[in-house]
T-cell receptor, first 115, second 111 residues
Framework: GALVYQYPRRTICKSGTSMRMECQAV??????VAWYRQSPQKTFELIAL?????????EQNFTQEKFPISHPNLSFSSMTVLNAYLEDRGLYLC???????????FGAGTRLSVL | QQKVQQSPESLIVPEGAMTSLNCTFS??????FAWYRQHSGKAPKALMS????GEKEEGRFTIHLNKASLHFSLHIRDSQPSDSALYLC???????????FGKGTSLVVHP
């Protein structure tokens, strides 16, 4: 079956520092990876959509300068939260799909706390 | 920009009840409608999806879509405690692939 492993599961960083999270797709080819943030206020925001061999598309309010993403092959993607502050807290989820399928396979998320 | 809203925000039902969850969307050109379920501490997982107006049933779960009213719903028959989770609806607009999710409905089914 299709699985997505996401790590770390939890991380705590000091205000102003950065942290990186990674996603590994197993059992399918992650042609596209969508990164979301599920905030304490319960919103489920799309940060960016990455497709192998294409430019990464960031949503309004999210930038490459703040959330750089790497998607070097069909099984791996990473995202870094640079200069994290309190408003960046939340559960970051990666969802991957294969080819032109509509279903996203999600990782369990990386919960970011900022001190 | 696509807006997806879910109601209710939370729901508590007794075991065996029929549960109804709602999702509205703003883009009339939307083409794909899905429900995901996220158990506490776990990854969201696709539950059911539908493309065209009407109903689709899989076991105890039924999805209903009415594009004209920009609304789709999930109905759970004979709700079980194991159904307790956060239910997220997702909508895909036409054109570029860009799944938009609602905030979710937190469902608790008590024995």
């Amino acid at each position: 079956g299709a699985l997505v492993y996401q790590y770390p599961r939890r991380t705590i960083c000091k205000s102003g520092t950065s942290m990186r999270m990674e996603c590994q797709a197993v059992g399918f080819q992650a042609t596209s990876v969508a990164w979301y943030r599920q905030s304490p206020q319960k919103t489920f925001e799309l940060i960016a959509l990455s497709t192998v061999n294409s430019a990464i598309k960031y949503e309004q309010n999210f930038t490459q300068e703040k959330f750089p993403i790497s998607h070097p092959n069909l099984s791996f993607s990473s995202m870094t939260v640079l200069n994290a502050y309190l408003e960046d807290r939340g559960l970051y989820l990666c969802g991957a799909r294969e080819g032109h399928q509509n279903t996203l396979y999600f990782g369990a998320g990386t919960r970011l706390s900022v001190l | 920009q696509q807006k997806v809203q879910q109601s209710p925000e939370s729901l508590i039902v007794p075991e065996g009840a029929m549960t109804s969850l709602n999702c509205t969307f703003s883009d009339s050109a939307s083409q794909y409608f899905a429900w995901y379920r996220q158990h506490s501490g776990k990854a969201p997982k696709a539950l059911m999806s539908i493309f065209s107006n009407g109903e689709k049933e899989e076991g105890r779960f039924t999805i209903h879509l009415n594009k004209a009213s920009l609304h789709f719903s999930l109905h759970i028959r004979d709700s079980q405690p194991s159904d307790s989770a956060l239910y997220l609806c997702a909508v895909l607009s036409g054109g570029n692939y860009k799944p938009t999710f609602g905030k979710g409905t937190s469902l608790v089914v008590h024995p």
